[in-house]
């Protein structure tokens, strides 16, 4: 189950640094959403075997003169209801602000898990400054340096300690899709179609819960979970920010999924935010399946009209281009069993296994064909290659520190005697021959060099 964090609190206490620290070297997401000056954080990060998503709600303030309180209120209520930890930072130097206590104030009345951070605690001798946040009411503050990292160990162990069981262990061993995509791009009237009835989950805002629901289905011969996100906000309050709303809640959808459906509206193209959950599947390396809904209302279908469809959302997502893309409609029920096997046929390609006598007799022709291109003199020599097994924890050779872990995801180790000077664009020659070869469309594939 993935666990969401948020970083809260007033500008200029140190969200973005502490967000940097705490992702390491996997870079945040950035979105330049259209028409806002403010970037939007996710990043991903991993601490003691439990992986969890972190969201920054900094950049949130326009830079101005007065500080737009009702702005920051608006995120940390957002956060406050999405997020499973919430670490409120404050800063040691500058000690307790009205803004401060306000944002404590709406943390007190959440009743979920806060931690209150005390950054900037760069000497020794400023500890003793922390004694004052006692008064928010929120437990012991935690002493970080998000700057030069000390502290940080310790709260990442309180962080962990605080998430949920996972309640999820008791659920059947059965292919899990997320219908994932911007508001309005349809989603709840493609889950209403495939389950042939109106669920509309509208919930009050106090004390619901926000896990990921799973609704089986098991008609038609298939079978499999479709993951849903609990509550729908009321309509008054998804004006606040519905497109931070919607990309908190897709986190949520995507971590808990094996293959993810990307709605995309066919009479709007590709925008932003699709880019921006099409990152976060990427990201999580989940298998992919391109829906373009409400094909029913364009006006022209021709084949040229599709082809030209497909090529744009391609190039848009590119280099990943192995994926399906499907013409359908929620409304009408237009080709909607053609998305379920679609997305059950990308599930069986995340856990195809190529025997390792057909990989090398093939690999070894595709490397003859081509071999890697030398690198100031040094020639590569890939001697053999051999498909992984499927939960597979290896280190990234690029940050050899990060852990990756890439659980179904089809990988296949490469064994040479020089696998630092192998480039990217060579592996993606490799990863295409690969695809050429056998059907690994719709999820994403790691190709890892390896000494011999």
């Known amino acids: 189950m993935g666990n969401l964090v948020a970083i809260v609190g007033r500008p200029n206490v140190g969200?973005?640094?502490?967000?940097?620290?705490?992702?390491?070297?996997?870079?945040?997401?950035?979105?330049?959403t259209a028409g806002t000056t403010r970037d939007r954080q996710y990043g991903h990060s991993v601490w003691n075997g439990r992986e969890f998503s972190l969201v920054d709600t900094g950049g949130w303030v326009i830079n101005s003169e007065d500080i737009f309180e009702d702005e920051i209120n608006k995120q940390v209520e957002i956060a406050i209801e999405e997020a499973d930890v919430i670490l409120f930072l404050v800063d040691i130097r500058n000690g307790i602000t009205d803004l401060d206590d306000s944002i404590a104030h709406m943390l007190r009345k959440s009743g979920k898990e806060v931690i209150v951070v005390a950054n900037k605690a760069d000497a020794y001798d400023q500890h003793a400054y922390a004694a004052e946040f006692y008064s928010f009411g929120l437990g012991d503050p935690f002493i970080i340096s998000s700057a030069n990292g000390s502290g940080t160990g310790d709260l990442l162990d309180e962080v962990v300690k605080r998430f949920k069981k996972d309640d999820n262990e008791d659920l059947e061993d059965l292919p899990k899709f997320a219908i994932v995509g911007r508001p309005n791009a349809g989603k709840s009237s493609l889950l209403n179609a495939f389950m042939g009835e109106e669920r509309h989950i509208v919930t009050d805002i106090a004390g619901t819960t926000r896990d990921s629901i799973y609704t089986k289905y098991d008609k038609f011969g298939f079978n499999f979970y479709l993951v849903d996100?609990?509550?729908?906000?009321?309509?008054?309050?998804?004006?606040?920010?519905?497109?931070?709303?919607?990309?908190?809640?897709?986190?949520?959808?995507?971590?808990?999924?094996d293959v993810c459906i990307l709605l995309i509206d066919a009479t709007r193209g590709i925008e932003a935010q699709d880019m921006n959950i099409f990152q976060l599947i990427e990201r999580n390396r989940k298998g992919l399946v391109v829906c373009v809904n409400k094909w029913d209302i364009m006006a022209d279908k021709s084949k040229e009209s599709v082809r030209?469809?497909?090529?744009?959302?391609?190039?848009?997502?590119?280099?990943?281009?192995?994926?399906?893309?499907?013409?359908?409609?929620?409304?009408?029920?237009q080709r909607i069993y053609k998305v379920i096997e679609t997305a059950t046929h990308v599930y069986e390609n995340r856990h195809r296994v190529v025997k390792t006598s057909e990989l090398n007799e093939y690999m070894q022709e595709v490397i003859g064909a081509y071999p890697p291109p030398n690198n100031k003199g040094k020639y590569i020599k890939i001697k053999y290659v051999t498909q992984l097994k499927a939960t597979?924890?290896?280190?990234?050779?690029?940050?050899?520190?990060t852990v990756v872990s890439a659980p179904n995801v089809?990988?296949?180790?490469?064994f040479c005697n020089l696998p630092q000077w192998v480039k990217d664009p060579y592996r993606r020659y490799l990863e295409n021959k690969i695809r050429e070869k056998w059907d690994f469309s719709g999820t994403p594939i790691n190709i890892f060099m390896r000494e011999k």
């Open 392 to 401: 597979t924890s290896t280190t990234d050779e690029k940050n050899p520190e």
């Open 229 to 257: 996100t609990a509550g729908i906000r009321k309509k008054s309050k998804v004006n606040e920010d519905i497109e931070y709303y919607s990309v908190l809640r897709s986190i949520r959808a995507i971590e808990n999924s």
């Open 308 to 333: 030209c469809m497909e090529e744009a959302i391609r190039a848009r997502f590119a280099p990943f281009v192995d994926f399906p893309i499907i013409f359908a409609s929620a409304v009408t029920k």
């Open 410 to 414: 089809p990988s296949f180790a490469f």
């Open 15 to 32: 969200k973005s640094t502490l967000f940097n620290r705490l992702t390491e070297s996997r870079t945040a997401i950035v979105s330049d």
